[in-house]
């Protein structure tokens, strides 16, 4: 198997008395499609939060390739390869599609040290189109975000994620409320990024989507790590079942 590009180890987070995350591990190997499922309350979402650093473990350590990561900003990160969706698309509604790749051109890949840099190599319109061919709205580039429809919102979200050049993505909810033709459109794109090189990590609770894409999966439960292995043997984990399903 490939080497880490990611690797958690004994992550923990806490808000007050509540344990969200109770020295989780988590790890993600180079090229790898990993589905990291729960109920709602499981933990996901503080996980992804402190590895993409919108909150800060308060024990364990995050490796991103070489480095160790969770003392880091969330900016850092990102110009380092560690990119994310969010399960609610917020781009600019009054720009353009373009112009809300074009940002993030500018902001998230400049190259780590370059911080300061206004104008990135690799950032303008040429770049941005090139990004929204790939996700399929380079017909749409000139109309407001705030016009696009749920599933074309969900691809913009990809798109401006792609802007950071990740060498890890993690897509969280990107195909909620979608059709089932739509999230078909959406597993498309990310097994075409898988393919060019982008570990990712989906964060799904439709599991036929899912079941599609991931060559593992991990399942926390109330903060804890309770399976991680091949999804077929998952998902017929006796503890999995019964946190989806009840007793």
């Known amino acids: 198997m490939a080497e880490p590009i990611l690797s958690a180890v004994g992550v923990s987070k806490t808000f007050g008395g509540f344990v969200a995350l109770d020295s989780?591990?988590?790890?993600?190997?180079?090229g790898e499609r990993v589905g990291l499922l729960g109920p709602n309350g499981s933990g996901k979402s503080?996980?992804?939060n402190c590895l993409t650093g919108t909150l800060?473990?308060?024990t364990g350590e995050i490796i991103f390739g070489d480095e160790r990561i969770d003392r880091l900003s969330t900016h850092q990160r990102i110009r380092r390869g560690l990119a994310r969706t969010f399960q609610i698309p917020r781009p600019f509604a009054s720009m353009t599609v373009q112009e809300n790749v074009e940002i993030a051109l500018l902001y998230a890949a400049a190259p780590a040290g370059l911080v300061h840099q206004r104008i990135p190599h690799g950032a303008g319109p040429d770049d941005a189109m090139h990004i929204l061919e790939e996700v399929g709205l380079h017909k749409k580039a000139d109309e407001r975000s705030g016009a696009l429809?749920?599933?074309?919102?969900?691809?913009?979200?990809?798109a401006r994620a792609m802007a950071a050049h990740p060498r890890l993505l993690i897509a969280d909810e990107a195909m909620a409320g979608l059709s089932t033709g739509e999230v078909d459109e959406i597993l498309a794109l990310l097994l075409r990024l898988n393919q060019a090189g982008v570990?990712?990590?989906m964060i799904e609770h439709i599991m036929y989507a899912v079941m599609k894409f991931a060559q593992r999966i991990a399942v926390l439960v109330a903060g804890k790590k309770i399976a991680d292995g091949d999804p077929q043997a998952v998902i017929a984990n006796p503890d999995v079942q019964k946190a989806y399903l009840g007793e």
């Open 46 to 48: 503080t996980l992804v």
């Open 24 to 30: 989780v591990d988590f790890t993600v190997h180079r």
């Open 149 to 158: 429809t749920q599933v074309d919102l969900r691809k913009l979200e990809l």
């Open 56 to 58: 800060r473990n308060e």
């Open 199 to 201: 570990s990712i990590v």
